[in-house]
């Protein structure tokens, strides 16, 4: 994982990544899975009660504003589920493991 924490997200273009490049990447993440299609990874966090969630939330909208890279979020009373795709190339970049 050193090497995926060590990156900062930049703008993509061109083509998303493979799947197999994409399940390599997937290896440096525990806890997350990738979509059938692989477009998306994705990983439901829970907690406690509502307090906790939303202090998830918030933490995380801090650390994708300053990559400039956002996820979708569904949010519940005591879970997040997180779905990262970067929608410029229509699928996976690095940009979705880094964050």
């Known amino acids: 994982m050193t090497t995926l924490l060590a990156m900062s997200c930049k703008p993509r273009a061109g083509e998303a990544l493979g799947r197999a490049v994409a399940e390599k990447l997937l290896r440096e993440i525990p806890g997350w899975t ?10 439901v966090y ?7 969630t939303l ?30 795709s970067t929608h410029s190339i229509k699928g996976l970049s690095e940009n979705d493991f880094i964050c």
């Open 34 to 43: 990738i979509s059938d299609d692989a477009k998306e990874i994705s990983r």
């Open 46 to 52: 829970k907690f406690g009660n509502y307090y906790e």
């Open 55 to 84: 202090a998830f939330v918030n933490a995380l909208a801090w650390v994708v504003h300053r990559e400039d890279h956002h996820p979708d979020l569904e949010v519940g009373y005591n879970r997040c589920h997180v779905r990262f």
